[in-house]
């Protein structure tokens, strides 16, 4: 099983800053890592795809990059709707699996 | 556009089976390029895939729940099901049914179902 390591836990942010967040991979992936984005009482929704192909609809200030083991998703300046949890999901095998999540929360 | 909704009993004694299923509207579940899973997350934690199943019937499975799971596929009624045998309390969860394009990452969600596990 490939496990997927999400740093840091949480994260305290304003409005307006930038955010970084890492997830590390327990053995290679090539590009084969998606991001989601989680609110309260919904579905996660896919954000980035490959590493770093944007989903459908999704803005520009959300940017994704790495390859092999160490991946990173950016969000340039946040947007009051980008406080949520986050979370990263390997296909670089066939049982997929999912990162623990990073909390973006409001400073 | 595609709606994907859960269905199932919401409590389930332990030891019993949990079942559950998903209609897909707005679309074929027999198109090629995708496959369907099942995704839960017990209450205030994580993601976890179960597994999955492609319109041709083939499934793949999470290892440390293969033993107790059966993702099944019904291409004429566009569903898909779930079953969870020899449930504890560990198994409760929200319990999503989600289209992953291969390649590419889980496009469409259903809302979620939550499933408890008690006597």
């Known amino acids: 099983e490939i496990v997927l390591t999400q740093s840091p836990a949480t994260l305290s942010l304003s409005p307006g800053e930038r955010a970084t967040l890492s997830c590390r991979a327990s053995q290679s992936l090539s590009s084969y890592l998606a991001w989601y984005q989680q609110k309260p009482g919904q579905p996660p929704r896919l954000l980035i795809y490959g590493a770093s192909y944007r989903a459908t609809g999704i803005p520009a200030r959300f940017s994704g990059s790495g390859s092999g083991t160490d991946f990173t998703l950016t969000i340039s300046s946040l947007e009051p709707e980008d406080f949520a949890v986050y979370y990263c999901q390997q296909r670089g095998n066939w049982a997929l699996t999912f990162g623990g999540g990073t909390k973006v929360e409001i400073k | 556009q595609l709606q994907l909704q859960e269905s199932g009993s919401g409590l389930v004694k332990p030891s019993q089976t949990l079942s559950l299923t998903c209609a897909v509207s707005?679309?074929?579940?027999?198109?090629?390029?995708?496959?369907w899973s099942w995704i839960r997350q017990p209450p205030g934690k994580g993601l976890e895939w179960i597994g999955n199943i492609y319109h041709s019937g083939s499934a793949f499975y999470n290892p440390s729940l293969k033993s107790r799971v059966t993702i099944s596929v019904d291409g004429s009624q566009n569903q898909f099901s779930l079953k969870v045998t020899s449930v504890t309390a560990a198994d409760t969860a929200v319990y999503y049914c989600a289209r992953d394009q291969v390649g590419t990452g889980f496009d469409s969600w259903g809302q979620g179902t939550l499933v408890t596990v008690s006597s």
């Open positions: 707005g679309g074929s579940i027999s198109s090629g390029g995708y496959s």
